[in-house]
Nanobody, 127 residues
Framework: QVQLQESGGASVQAGGSLRLSCAVSGHFIASYCMAWFRQTPGKAREGVAGIESDGSTKYADSVKGRFTISQDDARNTLHLQMDNLQSEDTDMYYC?????????????????????WGQGTQVPSPH
């Protein structure tokens, strides 16, 4: 059973930085495509950054140039570096994973059809 656990949500100053982590257990992440999503209550979950098993990445326009997704295969952990945080980045952030083996998520990488999800970590409004 694959399990994902997010951490790192905290209050920072506007324009500050935050690093979220997603620890994965149950399978090595090297054969997965993974992504970070965020959601405001009452709104649809938004894909913000995705990473394929070959390391290629994709970002939502709203975070491009400010957020960086990366994965540490040795620690089986996914990260999201968030720089220049703004009030609109306030949300619950979730990590997600799908097994692809030697394949790709491709155009679905920021879509909602992932097999495994974490419970989320809250990023409060910058102060």
């Amino acid at each position: 059973q694959v399990q994902l656990q997010e951490s790192g949500g905290a209050s920072v100053q506007a324009g500050g930085s935050l690093r979220l982590s997603c620890a994965v257990s149950g399978h090595f992440i090297a054969s997965y495509c993974m992504a970070w999503f965020r959601q405001t209550p009452g709104k649809a979950r938004e894909g913000v950054a995705g990473i394929e098993s070959d390391g290629s990445t994709k970002y939502a326009d709203s975070v491009k140039g400010r957020f960086t997704i990366s994965q540490d295969d040795a620690r089986n952990t996914l990260h999201l570096q968030m720089d220049n945080l703004q009030s609109e980045d306030t949300d619950m952030y979730y990590c997600a994973a799908s097994f692809v083996g030697a394949g790709y998520c491709g155009t679905r990488i920021l879509g909602p059809d992932y097999n495994y999800w974490g419970q989320g970590t809250q990023v409060p409004s910058p102060h």
